[in-house]
């Protein structure tokens, strides 16, 4: 069963900077689209930023210009880079992927990792 793992975040300073991963593991598949959504306390989740399998990028205007998104296909990874972290940006952090499987496309979650930006 093809799972999504998340790893990276924690307590950062504002202004600081985390790196998040998102390993997709399992066997025969491939990723489609992959994007990080971000929910606060009280707050619906909302989109952060989504790529593309051939690199195209989207982001949240709140976050253009600090966050920026990759993934290595080689890997099935994807990353989310955060600089300039604001005390805005706390939230839970999932990973989402359309997963490729011989059967179809198959929307998948990360279990979601914690980001708390406070001094």
């Known amino acids: 069963q093809v799972q999504l793992v998340e790893s990276g975040g924690g307590l950062v300073q504002p202004g600081g900077s985390l790196r998040l991963s998102c390993a997709a593991s399992?066997?025969?598949?491939?990723?489609?689209?992959m994007a990080w959504y971000r929910q606060a306390p009280g707050k619906q989740r909302e989109l952060v930023a989504r790529?593309?399998?051939?690199?195209?990028?989207n982001y949240a205007d709140s976050v253009k210009g600090r966050f920026t998104i990759s993934r290595d296909n080689a890997k099935n990874t994807g990353y989310l880079q955060m600089n300039s972290l604001k005390p805005e940006d706390t939230a839970v952090y999932y990973c989402?992927?359309?997963?490729?499987?011989?059967?179809?496309?198959?929307?998948?979650w990360g279990q979601g990792t914690q980001v708390t930006v406070s001094s």
């Open positions: 989402y992927a359309d997963i490729i499987r011989p059967t179809g496309y198959y929307p998948y």
């Open positions: 790529i593309a399998r051939g690199g195209s990028t």
């Open positions: 399992g066997s025969s598949y491939s990723i489609n689209l």
